[in-house]
Each structure stands twice: as structure tokens, then as C-alpha cells.
């Protein structure tokens, strides 16, 4: 008889954290059982956590994650991206989101925002799907999730984060178009702010601008490509630091990672004519922007958003990290590891924000 999975729930109540031991699911056609190796927690299921971003519930929490395949439907031929067989024993990851691929958002090509979304580590648990979450030692992927293998070469937790933080970046440079030899500007330079500074590198952008309120992340930017470095004081807009750099010019590109619309503000006054802000970073409420439109028209600026990404956005993370992961520090960003008995204090670590991502480790002993 299998062991039983592990979880830790979400309660929506009182304790917080549950641990909860259920029997392996019967798998129907298309689906595949995945023994969760890494799961890093992502600043939403912080948030979640702390309470300051609902959720619905009971549900497990994250949605960064790699795993191994340990049960596959025997009548079902399962294939990840490329159209490769997954076998067991195959190191994968997958879209945190599975879209109907039918609905008229999916047609479009916005399949992240499918009419009915499924999203792991954002589900309320039912009787059919109750491991949709990274915070357990398996997780259950539904039929239709788009599954990727893992290159060898990547550490667990360095891949991880690709499913969410990496791929989310891909997505935002994707919306940007071409940067090569043009500058740059990273407004907050967190796990998404220091992912997009090697990625402008990388692609060849001319100029690379980090900003960050905090001296330490500021160093790390440099460390990950930036050229130049901004550290956020309140008596120096960032803007102008900006124009410094940039002999009064501005930059052609800001990839805003921060949300706080201060920050936004002044990063659109730090774009040239014809620049191109790709914002990332407001996924919480906050003051609405004030924007002079008249300033977009003359100025020929443009603003763009995206949420989440599409498949091919995933693809893009692994490739850029198995190829980048030795020209940038990525091993450091995520130095501290829990075993699932220990999710209270990885949490608590996430919180501290001395790391930029905290793993829990389901298979590690506490």
C-alpha cells in the first residue's frame, strides 16, 4: 500500500497551518502524481499568509515548485512542452496556471486570464484536486497543465522560482520587444527586480539602471549586470538621479517591479520620447497613478501591463537560466532551506526579507 501524502493547508482560520495526511489520488487520463523536491515561497503566498491578500479556502500554498514524476495514467501518453514523452523519475516543473485553451481570452492568446482558470497553489481544495499546492510532499497535476522537464544542470532551487518569478519577467520582455542597445531602468530590485537586470544584460541592452531602497539589493543588482545603480532616497526623486546618469536623455525602457505608484510616478518621468514603461509590480491595491496624458501624447510614451505569462514564457526562464546560471549569482538568492514540519519558520524567514527566496524542501528531514 503507498504512503500517504503529506500537506500543509491553509485553514482560513484558527491555527493557520494544518497538517493533513491523505491517500494518493486515483489518476484519470492526463493526469500525472509529482513528488514535490522544491517549493520556494513567492511574495504572494506571504502575503497570503500574513493576511494581507485573500485567498480562498482551505487551499496549499505554493506555487513555485519542482518535483519528480512518481504515477502517470498507463493509458494516457503524457508530453511535456516540446512534445517529449514524461516518464517517471522525470524532473518537471509546469505552468502555475491551466487555461481551457477555448474560451475567447484563449483564443486571443491571453491564456492567464482563461474564463476558468486553474491556478496551483490558488485553489480552494475539493474531493477531486486536494494537492494543488507546493507546501506538500506531492501535488496532483490536473489534465491540461503544460509540463516542463527540467535541465539537468539546474539545482532544484535555483529552477524553482522559474514558474512564477523568471517566467513572469519573460513575459514582461516579451511585451518590451528588442533592447538590444538601448537603456534600462529596473525600478525595485527584489527576486523579479534582479531577474530582469541579468535578463537586460544578457539580451545586450546598452545600459542597465537598478534602483532599490535598500543598499544591500542595490549591491546585488550589480552583481546580477546592472551597469549603473540608484539607491532610493526620499530627498532625491528618482528621476532625476536618472537624467544624471543619462546627460538629461532618460532611458528608453522601465520595467516597474515595485507596485508603489510614487515609484511609478517618477519612472515615467525618467523615460525619453518614445519610451516604453512595461509595468510588473502592481498586483496589490494601492492610490490610483496620476499620469498627465497630455505628457504620454507629446512625450510618444507608452504603457503596458502584464499578469502572470503564457507557456512560452516558462520555456523562455529555463532556457535563460540553465544558460545564465554561472554569469549570475543565482545560487545566492536563495540560501535558506525548511523541511515541511518547518513551514511556520520558513515563513517567518520569508518575512525577514534577508533572502530573496526561502525553500521548503518536502523530502528533508526536520
Excluded at 494544518?18 to 486515483?26: D, N
Excluded at 545603480?229 to 515595485?258: A, N, W
Amino acid at each position: 500500500m503507498s504512503d500517504p501524502c503529506v500537506s500543509i493547508i491553509l485553514t482560513g482560520d484558527t491555527p493557520a497551518l494544518q497538517r493533513t495526511e491523505v491517500k494518493r489520488p486515483r489518476l484519470q487520463p492526463g493526469e500525472v502524481l509529482v513528488e514535490i523536491l522544491c517549493c520556494t515561497i513567492c511574495g504572494s503566498d506571504l502575503h497570503t499568509y500574513e493576511g494581507t491578500r485573500s485567498t480562498p479556502c482551505p487551499t496549499i500554498l505554493g506555487h513555485e515548485m519542482v518535483g519528480r514524476v512518481v504515477d502517470l495514467h498507463p493509458e494516457h501518453l503524457t508530453v511535456d512542452f516540446l512534445n517529449r514523452p514524461v516518464n517517471i523519475g522525470d524532473r518537471i516543473t509546469w505552468s502555475v496556471a491551466v487555461a481551457c485553451q477555448k474560451c475567447e481570452y484563449c483564443r486571443r492568446g491571453l491564456t492567464q486570464k482563461c474564463t476558468s482558470l486553474f491556478k496551483y497553489g490558488h485553489q480552494k481544495l475539493t474531493d477531486e484536486n486536494y494537492l494543488s499546492g507546493g507546501l506538500a510532499s506531492h501535488c496532483h497535476l490536473v489534465k491540461g497543465t503544460t509540463i516542463f522537464k527540467v535541465p539537468a544542470s539546474l539545482p532544484d532551487q535555483i529552477a524553482s522560482p522559474a514558474n512564477c518569478a523568471t517566467a513572469t519577467v519573460m513575459a514582461a520582455f516579451r511585451l518590451a520587444g528588442e533592447i538590444k542597445d538601448r537603456s534600462v531602468l529596473i525600478l525595485g530590485a527584489g527576486m523579479l527586480g534582479i531577474t530582469a537586470t541579468a535578463v537586460a544584460k544578457s539580451r545586450g541592452a546598452a545600459s542597465v539602471i537598478v534602483s532599490d531602497i535598500n543598499p544591500q539589493r542595490v549591491q546585488r543588482g550589480l552583481e546580477f549586470g546592472a551597469t549603473h545603480s540608484i539607491l532610493v532616497k526620499k530627498d532625491q526623486p528618482l528621476h532625476s538621479e536618472v537624467h544624471h546618469l543619462t546627460q538629461g536623455r532618460g532611458v528608453d525602457f522601465v520595467f516597474d517591479m515595485t507596485g508603489v505608484p510614487d515609484v511609478i510616478e517618477s519612472g515615467l518621468e525618467a523615460l525619453d520620447i518614445g519610451g516604453t514603461m512595461i509595468l510588473v509590480g502592481s498586483v496589490y491595491p494601492a492610490r490610483p497613478l496620476q499620469v498627465s496624458a497630455e505628457q504620454v501624447v507629446r512625450r510618444l510614451l507608452k504603457i503596458e501591463g502584464i499578469h502572470n505569462y503564457i507557456d512560452l514564457d516558462l520555456a523562455n526562464a529555463l532556457n535563460f537560466l540553465e544558460r545564465y546560471q554561472h554569469t549570475y549569482p543565482f545560487q545566492k538568492l536563495c540560501d535558506q532551506s525548511y523541511s515541511l514540519e518547518e513551514v511556520t519558520q520558513a515563513f517567518e524567514a520569508s518575512g525577514e526579507h534577508h533572502s530573496y527566496r526561502v525553500a521548503v524542501l518536502p523530502q528533508k528531514k526536520s
